[in-house]
């Protein structure tokens, strides 16, 4: 591979329904930097079906180039049909950085087109960097520890990385700025495909997303069982706050993962106000927390990672502690 | 319907329990698991599930395949356990220290010579690395599809299945035709009682173990040195703050943290 002749950083701007996903954007805003260091053009990557139209507003958050391939085989996400796009775009054009989403779409997408093109590929990115040389540093937290492990990918390019969503800032929209846009000759047809889409089906979020709580409580594996679940969905009744479990609280069916799991792959939230009961703090969900303005931990464990990750910590059982709080709380809301 | 070959990949993890006591070599950077037991993923247990359910129903043979050293035989055995038919270990010098993309291909090399698959499951992610990537790596090396997040699948026809695929709040169905490859995710199945652990000495089979001489491989494409991705560095992540302890009767405690955090302006409507 001949690994200087890989140019441009590469964003793949997931649409679904003509809709922009946030997580591009963002990915956008971080990879802008990264261009500009390199010296290397930022380009967006559309993929679906009478999409065009969404090039200016990837041009507003940071897109040099926007290479759009609109086809009706691209209408709903299938990786046997985008994967072969994409794979057909990296072999011409050549980028140097591939970035992509952590969405179900970029999950189940990234991976197959790493494979075709027999790059590396590293997940759940949290932060990137270009060394000196141009290499791009994925960083990763490491299991089991307080470490951060920096990826990367030598001597294949393009160098790829998944980004899940929350992570990354995006750019200050500005509708002055211009992109060249680049249709995609797609050659592929429905014959070619393996899969059909007989059905999608989204539900409609009933409250305010979890990321964008002003206040959250979030219980772990500390909490025992579904019954004391109760107790936390009662503190964070009054303050009106949201429910955010860890991983193991909802592997246990205390939480439901997809709305409320708080981690590295769950949701990053930013809160002012973030309470974590029982919750041992292990890395993972640590850096889902890390925006909140305050960080209260309440546990029985001294020793747990999360009492010197808070800026407040409670070392005793929650079951003594949270009633005592709901009543301090439910005071607030006569004064 | 006609009898399927399945096959399940799975992977030895360890013991959550013991995460504090993984270490990252400084040397080499790879993780040190040295002491640590494994166990098998949860997901991988839906998947060898999920298996035994299709077989059960339809008949036919479950495989189930691993790569790594000599202590995940412990996990194939579990996996003949809980009853199925046959189990493989790629076990090699020569297959360590690889990354996604490695992995997958050699899996791939063992599920080739293995032969005839009509349909690959797997964990959507293991409990440990939780890239989620061998399942569409595996598949685009065997040329077949892949759907990720799978939480139904059912069979229309001989070779033709509806699969459900979790997505962000809510499902897409996806029809889609044999071989192919599925990740499946917890909401697929309810798995059997494992087995007691007396089961475990009664099983006499044990498994295959295949080398790199024993599968069809690119000696270049495995292994660390096949490996695309490396970990030059590794730092510590600064997530400390305050850590201030309250301390006092319950009730004390509650009004102090009150006043905190009225002072520092969070509190609701505040």
Redesign the interface.
């Known amino acids: 591979m001949e690994i200087e002749k890989y140019k441009g950083v590469w964003v793949f701007t997931e649409q679904r329904e003509g809709e922009l996903q946030e997580v591009g954007l963002e990915i956008l805003g971080e990879a802008r930097k990264i261009a500009d260091k390199l010296g290397h053009e930022l380009a967006a990557v559309l993929l679906g079906h009478n999409v065009s139209h969404l090039a200016d507003e990837l041009a507003a958050y940071g897109a040099d180039k926007v290479y759009v391939a609109d086809s009706p085989v691209l209408e709903v996400y299938r990786c046997d049909a985008y994967a072969p796009v994409l794979e057909a775009m990296i072999n011409e054009h050549k980028p140097e950085i591939f970035l992509v989403g952590g969405t179900s779409t970029g999950m189940d997408l990234a991976p197959r087109v790493a494979a075709k093109v027999n790059t590396g590929l590293s997940a759940h990115c949290v932060g990137l960097d270009v060394d000196e040389g141009g290499c791009l540093k994925a960083q990763v937290p490491a299991f089991g520890g307080s470490i951060m492990a920096s990826i990367t990918c030598a001597v294949h390019r393009p160098q790829m990385a998944t980004v899940p969503p929350g992570f990354m800032k995006k750019l200050e929209k500005d509708a002055s700025r211009k992109a060249e846009v680049f249709n995609v000759e797609v050659k592929l047809t429905e014959k070619d495909i393996r899969t059909r889409v007989l059905e999608v089906f989204r539900e409609e979020a009933e409250s305010k997303p979890i990321e964008l709580a002003e206040t959250i409580v979030a219980g772990g594996y500390g909490i025992g069982s579904k019954e004391n679940w109760g107790m936390l969905e009662e503190l964070a009744a009054t303050l009106g706050a949201s429910v955010g479990a860890t991983r193991p609280a909802c592997d246990e069916g205390w939480a439901v993962q997809e709305v409320q799991m708080i981690g590295q792959s769950g949701k990053t939230v930013h809160p002012n106000l973030y309470i974590g009961v029982g919750v041992s703090g292990i890395i993972h969900h640590l850096i889902g927390i890390q925006d909140s303005k305050v960080i209260v931990a309440i546990n029985r464990d001294a020793e747990a990672p999360i009492i010197k990750a808070a800026d407040y910590a409670i070392v005793a059982d929650y079951k003594e502690i949270v009633p005592a709080l709901i009543e301090e709380f439910k005071k607030l809301g006569n004064e | 319907m006609k009898p399927l070959n399945i096959v399940v990949c799975i992977k030895p993890v360890?013991d959550s329990r013991y995460?504090?006591?993984?270490?990252?070599d400084p040397n080499t950077?790879l993780?040190r698991r040295e002491g640590i037991p494994i166990v098998i993923g949860?997901l991988d247990i839906n998947a060898i599930e999920e298996a035994l359910r299709i077989k059960e129903a339809r008949g036919g043979k479950v495989t189930v395949i691993s790569m790594g050293p000599a202590n995940t035989l412990e996990i194939l055995a579990w996996a003949y356990a809980f009853g199925v038919d046959d189990a493989v270990l790629l076990t090699d010098r020569a297959f360590a220290g690889a990354?996604?993309?490695a992995t997958?291909y050699s899996l791939t090399s063992g599920i080739k010579k293995i032969g005839d698959v009509d349909l690959v499951l797997l964990g959507n992610?293991s409990l440990?690395?939780?890239?989620?990537?061998?399942?569409?790596?595996v598949?685009?090396?065997l040329g077949i599809?892949?759907?990720?997040?799978v939480e139904k699948i059912d069979f229309v026809g001989d070779d033709t299945l509806?699969v459900r695929?979790?997505?962000?709040?809510?499902?897409?169905?996806?029809?889609?035709?044999l071989p192919i490859t599925l990740a499946v995710t917890?909401e697929i199945n309810e798995p059997r009682v494992p087995p007691v652990f007396g089961a475990l000495w009664a099983t006499e089979k044990e498994a295959k173990q295949w080398t790199v001489n024993d599968v069809e491989v690119d000696k270049e494409r495995i292994g660390q040195g096949g490996?695309?991705?490396?970990?030059?560095?590794?730092?510590?992540?600064e997530?400390?703050?305050?850590?201030?302890?309250?301390k006092g009767e319950?009730?004390q405690?509650?009004?102090q943290?009150?006043e905190?955090?009225r002072a520092?302006?969070?509190?609701?409507?505040a």
Do not use: C
């Open positions: 360890p995460w504090d006591r993984l270490r990252l950077k993780l949860s990354d996604t993309l997958a992610e440990d690395g939780s890239t989620g990537q061998v399942g569409p790596q598949a685009e090396f599809p892949h759907v990720t997040g509806h695929r979790k997505i962000e709040l809510g499902h897409m169905v996806i029809e889609a035709k917890a490996s695309p991705t490396y970990v030059p560095e590794v730092s510590n992540i997530l400390q703050r305050r850590g201030e302890v309250l319950p009730a405690i509650a009004r943290l009150v905190k955090l520092d302006g969070v509190l609701p409507g």
